[in-house]
DNA sequence: CCATTATTGCAAGTCTATTGCAAATAACAC
DNA sequence: GTGTTATTTGCAATAGACTTGCAATAATGG
């Protein structure tokens, strides 16, 4: 059983284990891609579970808010996609342009960027995205 | 006058020169921030140039197809933006959270890590996004 | 200048995502 | 378990970015 699904997080935060919650965090543990507010909503759908999408954005958004899931910006993909933390190291993507998989990337490269940037530009850097787009092998 | 406006690359794919794209390329020329499609099409209002918000998107999509100029799309900003291309480098931006302020940062250091990328995953890898965000001097 | 064909403006439509509000339900005290 | 209360949900409506259909307009080539 997931830690996220007993409900500590929200708990904490003055906020309810319910089960749409419930049902939104197993199907992101059992599911391998990160997951669209649509993707999630059909695939709950075919799953039986009554759930408006609605409610798919609203969960999606106070799961982000408390931590347990990771709102990625897919490159122009005009829609976001979410998947759980879990205590996974901050990571990147790859899409495939044709078939749409995506791939984890196990690594990111900007810990010194960042610092170059800063001293560059005066920012202070809070943030970024990396994300690639491709052919995967079943694709080229 | 920039070269783009005389139109060749237009004229090259069969298409026109007209007055509504001279002034999108003219006012992404003087402007030296990426510009959204509503922020063309009011700043062209001001301008007291007649355009259709329609017609900047078609305009930008032309613009972008015929390799003058780039969309970006930033860090969670539900939004597109464009910029001259000019035969500039390709680069990447940082944008401050508070005020919007885009930076230009003239650095890519991504080929190495494509090529590590192609090799672990077996994809090819045809393009990325790389958006760095915070809080500019200012706004510190 | 004329004919052809691309381009534009307007209206309507699509898609992603958000908001208001009444009804449903989870958490908690008893 | 029962009841109370605040959170959450579903539905309808709305917002914002962007696209499409089509008739009217305007740029090019001869």
């Known amino acids: 059983m997931l830690e996220a699904t ?3 997080g929200l708990r904490a935060t003055g906020r309810r284990m319910t089960r749409t919650r419930k049902a939104v965090l197993a199907l992101l543990e059992r599911t391998h891609q990160p997951l669209s507010a649509s993707e999630i909503f059909s695939q709950l759908q075919e799953a ?3 759930i408006d999408l609605v409610t798919v954005y609203r969960t999606v958004n106070v799961l ?7 709102q990625l910006d897919l490159h122009q993909e005009g829609q976001s ?4 933390k879990e205590g996974r190291k901050h990571h990147h993507h790859i899409r495939c342009q044709i078939c749409g998989k995506i791939v984890d990337l196990l690594l990111c490269p900007l810990k010194k ?3 170059l940037i800063e001293a560059r530009t005066q920012f202070i850097v ?3 995205t990396l994300e690639f787009s491709g052919l995967c092998p079943q694709c080229q």
Chains 1, 2 share one sequence.
């Open 64 to 70: 982000k808010e408390i931590g347990l899931v990771v």
């Open 126 to 128: 809070g943030d970024h």
């Open 6 to 8: 007993t409900g500590q």
């Open 48 to 50: 039986d579970v009554a």
């Open 81 to 84: 996609r979410y998947e759980l």
């Open 113 to 115: 960027l960042t610092k």
